[in-house]
């Protein structure tokens, strides 16, 4: 049986009481609801009291208790931009009582806030430019951070299940600031500037016997050498391009995947503590080079959750093969799609199609809040696109 949840926000919950009948009525299997988030401007087109939402900060959407943060360098802010003291409990508690199970969405190492008040944890590229969107999981602040803000975030909360956004390395994509790198670079050269350099990662470098000075010059003459490449030069055959060598790339890689390793044992250990039966679902590229929202796997993180949700967003076929090496993990796969621009609504019934013929079992869509009535409709088309047979 293939399931359809929907993603949402709390203020598109909260003081909306006709939002979980809307949710019924789609027919969807449950919600999946930001417990913490980062900064964003939101529509809420279909709200009765207001239409955008400024969330100037990446927030906590729970009460952020002083006895739990005093220690902390890194602590969350709560969300001044709602008058509830603790948004998600209220609107997890609304959903639960009309019979919507809850799964909170945590996102942990993207914040502007933090990343800009504490440059040495931020992800740092190869020519010693900070990323501070993006928190650096080789460094123990920033999983002691993660670890406390998971448990936090669903402690004493209504939840049926978490989902976890951001449990590893961002890179250099970053959607925000009226962002003008559009098309700048090549793939790889963004591979290539999407591997940090911060004091954490050079540390773990060392250790592992490599010269950190050198590999930065390795770093920054790739990037330079990709930038004389054309748009029709041939895709190259490997993750990272020459001049650096096969051994340096896989030291690299390794050094990044111990640290997301490192951070996810520590976030899962912290949630077990406080809901040690919930399923956990982890966003997941199978790109082992992958950042963002959904870094790429490592070689044992499909084995500590319970399911994997990978970007499905652009409907062109390289989402199914997305979703196809996903599935070769053995974990239930959850495709992410969007009903928003630039999807074409008359492209997704065969893009969905294609996801499940291709092993996806759950479906998650974006964005309940978001969408206008118009595309509303989307989210029915898609569940009766997935259970047709």
């Avoid at 933090?114 to 010693?128: E, I, M, R, Y």
């Avoid at 010059?217 to 001049?243: C, I, M």
């Avoid at 340096?248 to 976030?267: E, F, I, N, S, Y």
């Avoid at 199978?286 to 959904?294: E, I, K, L, N, Q």
């Amino acid at each position: 049986m293939v399931t359809v949840a929907g993603h949402a926000y709390p203020w598109d919950v909260v003081g909306d009481p006709s939002f979980p009948d809307r949710v019924r009525d789609l027919g969807l299997t449950g919600v999946t609801l930001a417990a913490t988030y980062h900064s964003t401007r939101a529509a809420t087109p279909l709200h009765p009291r207001h239409q955008l939402v400024d969330a100037r900060w990446a927030a906590l959407y729970r009460p952020v208790r002083d006895g739990v943060w005093a220690a902390h360098r890194l602590r969350p802010r709560a969300a001044a931009w709602m008058t509830e003291p603790d948004p998600f409990g209220v609107a997890a508690d609304a959903l639960r009582r009309a019979g919507i199970p809850v799964t909170a969405w945590i996102v942990l190492t993207h914040s502007t806030r933090l990343g800009s008040a504490h440059p040495d944890l931020a992800v740092t590229n190869c020519f010693g430019e900070s990323y501070p969107y993006a928190l650096c999981p080789a460094n123990p602040e920033v999983r002691d951070h993660a670890a406390t803000l998971t448990a936090e975030a669903v402690r004493d909360a209504p939840v049926d299940a978490v989902s976890l956004e951001a449990c590893g390395q961002l890179g250099l994509a970053h959607l925000g600031h009226h962002e003008k790198t559009d098309d700048a670079w090549t793939p790889d050269a963004a591979r290539l500037l999407s591997v940090c350099c911060c004091p954490g990662c050079r540390s773990e470098w060392r250790a592992r016997g490599l010269d950190p000075d050198e590999v930065v010059d390795r770093l920054r003459a790739a990037v330079r050498a990709e930038a004389e490449r054309g748009p029709g030069s041939a895709a190259r055959p490997n993750p990272l391009p020459a001049p650096l060598t096969e051994h340096l790339a896989d030291a690299l890689l390794a050094a990044r995947h111990a640290a997301a390793d490192a951070l996810r044992t520590q976030v899962l250990g912290a949630l077990r503590q406080v809901l040690p039966d919930a399923p956990v679902t982890l966003h997941a590229n199978p790109d082992p080079w992958a950042t963002g929202p959904s870094p790429g796997l490592t070689p044992t993180a499909a084995a500590d959750v319970d399911a994997l949700l990978v970007p499905a967003w652009p409907t062109a076929p390289g989402s199914a093969e997305t979703v196809r090496r996903a599935a070769t993990t053995g974990r239930p796969v959850d495709a992410y799609v969007t009903v928003l621009p630039p999807a074409a609504p008359d492209a997704l019934a065969e893009h969905v199609r294609r996801l499940r013929d291709a092993g996806a079992t759950r479906f998650s869509l974006y964005h309940l809040g978001l969408a206008p009535a118009w595309r509303q409709r989307l989210f029915v088309d898609i569940i009766k696109a997935v259970q047709d047979d």
